[in-house]
């Protein structure tokens, strides 16, 4: 069984960072300098989960845990907290989670595999350079192409899962009318990895999605529902499954239409 591929996650600031208009606020206030530390500490304690926080899936933080957490005095928390609030730098959820309205758009990832190719590219450059120098010859040429498409491959791949991952979150955020907690990060997660054609798997799930609204059921667990529904019915591809939700509709209605036997009915007045 594959191993799953460790990423690396960062935060991809602006130069202007500091001289934006919400943390120039901030830092003018007494203890400003203070507020902007444990803002920048919130955001990388989130970066993995997209700018969400979150103790755990059945407990929420609360400002004494997120005092301990990032080693700031229990007051600056509870001012900072209302500051962020009110200038929009976070966002309390429904559910307690804590989300960090500028985490999304700053954060950078980078699988093993892109790293690996990023470190070929260098590699390459390096020998190019010797070569014009002389110093190099050409006798494992075909072996690094090889190499290099391998790794290239993977790093497609990699941007592919992001770039379906994305769209996925993005379309449920916006029919659901608010944003992904922690763990349904994880449950679309689970989604990903289901049996379903991998061309197909976002119109798959974002169908299923839709599926969910149009009945009232903006809920995980419906849609989960859904999902595993179809692979028990083996509708693995999204053109499978198109057709067979089409046919549903026109059975039940010719079922309405015929089961009644109305020529043998003892009290039908045409005998």
Not at 131 to 140: A, F, L
């Amino acid at each position: 069984m594959a191993t799953e591929e460790k990423k690396r996650y960062w935060l991809k600031l602006d130069k202007n960072f500091l001289k934006s208009s919400q943390i120039k606020v901030i830092k003018n206030m007494p203890n400003g300098k203070d507020y902007v530390i444990f803002y920048l500490a919130l955001m990388l304690e989130s970066v993995e989960t997209i700018g969400h926080l979150r103790f755990s899936n059945l407990v929420p933080y609360n400002e004494e845990m997120l005092a301990s957490v990032t080693d700031t005095n229990v007051d600056i928390v509870r001012t900072a907290v209302k500051i962020f609030e009110s200038l929009g730098l976070m966002e309390i959820l429904d559910d307690g989670t804590i989300y960090m309205t500028q985490v999304a758009e700053m954060t950078g990832k980078e699988s093993e595999s892109a790293e690996r190719v990023r470190r070929y590219r260098l590699k390459q450059k390096q020998q190019l350079a010797l070569q014009c120098n002389g110093n190099v010859t050409n006798s494992n040429d075909n072996k690094e192409e090889d190499k290099q498409s391998t790794e290239n491959k993977e790093d497609v791949q990699e941007d592919l899962l992001q770039t379906t991952t994305n769209n996925i979150f993005n379309y449920i955020e916006q029919n659901f009318g608010r944003t992904i907690a922690p763990i349904e990060y994880e449950t679309i997660n689970c989604w990903l990895s289901l049996s379903f054609e991998k061309n197909d798997i976002e119109k798959i799930i974002c169908y299923a999605v839709k599926i969910a609204v149009m009945s009232n059921k903006r809920t995980f667990g419906y849609i989960n529902g859904i999902l595993n529904n179809w692979i028990g019915c083996n509708y693995l591809s999204y053109q499978q499954i198109i057709d067979n939700e089409i046919k549903k509709k026109p059975e039940i209605e010719e079922k309405e239409l015929f089961d009644y036997d109305w020529l043998n009915d003892p009290d039908n007045d045409l005998k």
